[in-house]
């Protein structure tokens, strides 16, 4: 599975962003789809994930602010941040996951958040 993640940049604080990432590959269908976030210092931390029937998981910290969806026809997923503060600013991973396939990671995209 190769995943290409797209949608990272520069917004002021309050704004709003979205991340893509599609899958490709045999199975991709498969997996949770996911977005971790890795700021400077920083362990990687989850974000959100989605099943393929849409089953999400959205870390507290962004839960009411991020929204994460998934389009299966196109084996990809997306990341909706709104209301973008300075602390979420960070280098966004997109994952695949799938207990007997494998575990596989995009290209980090960079999200800076300020004024």
């Known amino acids: 599975v190769q995943l290409q993640a797209s949608g990272g940049g520069l917004v002021q604080p309050g704004g709003s962003l979205r991340l893509s990432c599609a899958a490709s590959g045999s199975g991709a269908s498969l997996f949770v789809m996911g977005w971790y976030r890795q700021a400077p210092g920083k362990q990687r931390d989850l974000v959100a994930t989605i099943t393929a029937g849409g089953s999400a998981n959205i870390a507290d910290s962004v839960k009411g602010r991020f929204t994460i969806s998934r389009d299966n026809a196109k084996n990809t997923v997306y990341l909706q941040m709104n209301s973008l503060k300075p602390e979420d600013t960070a280098v966004y991973y997109c994952?695949?996951?799938?207990?007997?396939?494998?575990?596989?990671w995009g290209q980090g995209t960079q999200v800076t958040v300020s004024s």
């Open positions: 994952n695949a996951a799938n207990k007997l396939f494998g575990n596989y």
